[in-house]
C-alpha cells in the first residue's frame, strides 16, 4: 500500500504561482511514476503532469510552459510547481502513484486532493 498525502493548495489570484506537495509513504519501493491530476466542477479527472521513477516527465498540452513537476527521492516528495494561473487552472488537485504489474495491468494510488482556486 502507498499513502500520499497533499499540500499547497489555496486561493491565489490570475499570473500568480503556486506550489503544491505530495508526501508518499508505505511502499514507495513499488512506485514506478507518480502525477498529478485535476478535476474540476461538473468536468472528468484529467492527468495535468507525470514524472516516472528515472526522471521523465510528461505534461498537459494546457500547463505546458506554465507547470513544472518535480521529484525529490531522498523526501520520497514530488511537486508541482504552477507559474501563471489562469481562473481555468481552479480544480481539485489529486496526487497520483502508479505500481506497473506489466504493460498494462497497473495499480493507482490517489491522495485525498487539496483545492485550487484562481480568482481576482
Known amino acids: 500500500q502507498v499513502q500520499l498525502v497533499e499540500s499547497g493548495g489555496g486561493l491565489v489570484q490570475p499570473g500568480g504561482s503556486l506550489r503544491l506537495s505530495c508526501a508518499a509513504s508505505?511502499?514507495?519501493?513499488?512506485?514506478?511514476?507518480m502525477g498529478w491530476y485535476r478535476q474540476a466542477p461538473g468536468k472528468q479527472r484529467e492527468l495535468v503532469a507525470t514524472?516516472?521513477?528515472?526522471?521523465?516527465?510528461n505534461y498537459a498540452d494546457s500547463v505546458k510552459g506554465r507547470f513544472t513537476i518535480s521529484r525529490d527521492n531522498a523526501k520520497n516528495t514530488v511537486y508541482l510547481q504552477m507559474s501563471s494561473l489562469k481562473p481555468e487552472d481552479t480544480a481539485v488537485y489529486y496526487c497520483n502513484a502508479r505500481t506497473y504489474y506489466s504493460a498494462n495491468l497497473y495499480q493507482d494510488y490517489w491522495g485525498q486532493g487539496t483545492q485550487v482556486t484562481v480568482s481576482s
Open positions: 508505505g511502499s514507495i519501493f513499488s512506485i514506478n511514476a
Open positions: 514524472i516516472t521513477k528515472g526522471g521523465s516527465t
